[in-house]
Structures are given as C-alpha cells and as structure tokens.
C-alpha cells in the first residue's frame, strides 16, 4: 500500500527547533516530488517546501532560510527541518506526493499530518 | 507571486443541487490547477489535476473545467459524502498556491 507517515510533532516554545520525518510505503521516495504543506488551525492550506528527484529544491518566502527540506534514500524518508519557530507556525504540517509529471500533476499522496504547536 | 482567489468561501446547499466553485488566478496558469476535497480532520484529497483531469476513483459527478485565469469545480448532483471543503492549487510556479477554501454546508 502506497503510504505516507509524519511524525516529529509536538510543543516547542518561540525561537526552538524541531524535525519532522515523513516515511514512506509502497513506493520510492526519491523518484518523486515531495511536498510539505501546512494547515494553521481553522485556516486553509499552505504550501511550504519541495524536493524533486535530482535534489531542486524550492521554498515558499514564510520559511525560507528557517526551515530545510532533505531526504535520506535509504530510510525512504522526508524531512523538514524547522528553526527559529514562531507562534504562527503552529499548525497541522503534511507531506505530500507529486507524481513527477511536471506541472500537470498534483499532490496524489498524502499523509495523515502531525502537530506542531508553537507556544511559551 | 501567483494570487489564487476561490470563490465562494461558503455555499450552503441540499443534497442533489449542482454546485459550481470558481477558481481564479492572478495571472495565466494555463490548465496547471488542481483541485483537492479535505473532510474535517482528514487530509486533503486530489481530486482534479490539470484543471480538468478526474483522478482514479473520484466520482464522474465531479468535473474541473476552464484554463489561463478561470477556472471551475463542477459537482453535478451533490451527494451526503461531498460536504467539506474544497482547494484549488495551481502549479504553474513555485511558490504553489492554493485558494482559501470553499466550504459545502448542507442548507
């Protein structure tokens, strides 16, 4: 079964760090475009951070230079590491799968989310 | 940036009605718009990619039309299990953006 698990989660004040991971089943993460997208409490999504297969990477202006997008091929696995983390950062965070077809496809694939609260 | 604007952002209706949610970006994004449904709680769900392809396993009353600014979600006869809220994405440049969300509320 094709799956995608977050985890890495959690409480951390203004100004901490954390890494969330995202595991993958069923296919080969790194012949894929993956995505993190995010959802602050009672608001709509918001697009983040991707890798493509050969490595590109791009970052949306609210995160770039305080959260980085990795992938370790062995662990079939995804990363964001997020620093200098903001109240308004808090929010349910995803990753999601592109299928690679360019711009004509969409995110097919997408875990179930983990937490990430922000708060002193 | 490219400016998505989701239209309404609320529609209370019966089930059986047609419904129509508009998608319209700030500049031309050709067909590059996806569309995504996400019940409370749950992920989002691609439904519609490349403005007018049905992903494997979505229903046919579901239909995305349209290209260049305007762009449109279709559900031809709305059923009990289509009420959430429905995103537009466009992938015609990074930064992706998405719409702010249609919500479906039953009258």
């Known amino acids: 079964e094709v799956q995608l698990v977050e985890s890495g989660g959690g409480l951390v004040q203004p100004g901490g760090s954390l890494r969330l991971s995202c595991v993958a089943s069923?296919?080969?993460?790194?012949?894929?475009?993956m995505n993190w997208v995010r959802q602050a409490p009672g608001k709509g999504l918001e697009w983040l951070s991707y890798i493509n297969s050969g490595g590109a990477i791009q970052n949306a202006d609210s995160v770039r230079g305080r959260f980085t997008i990795s992938r370790d091929i062995a662990k079939n696995s995804l990363y964001l590491q997020m620093n200098s983390l903001r109240v308004e950062d808090t929010a349910v965070y995803y990753c999601?799968?592109?299928?690679?077809?360019?711009?004509?496809?969409?995110?097919?694939?997408w875990g179930q989310g983990t937490t990430v609260t922000v708060s002193s | 940036d490219i400016q998505m604007t989701q239209s309404p952002s609320s529609l209370s209706v019966s089930v059986g009605d047609r419904v129509t949610i508009t998608c319209r970006a700030s500049q031309s994004i050709s067909s590059y718009l996806n569309w995504y449904q996400q019940r409370p709680g749950k992920a989002p769900k691609l439904l519609i990619s490349?403005?007018?392809s049905l992903q494997s396993g979505v229903p046919s009353r579901f239909r995305g039309s349209g290209s260049g600014t305007d762009l449109t979600l279709t559900i031809s006869s709305l059923q009990p299990e289509d009420f959430a809220t429905y995103y537009c994405q466009q992938t015609h440049s990074f930064p992706y953006t998405f719409g702010q969300g249609t919500k479906l509320e039953i009258k």
């Open positions: 999601a799968r592109e299928p690679g077809l360019g711009p004509r496809d969409g995110m097919d694939v």
């Open positions: 490349d403005a007018s």
């Open positions: 069923g296919f080969t993460l790194s012949s894929y475009e």
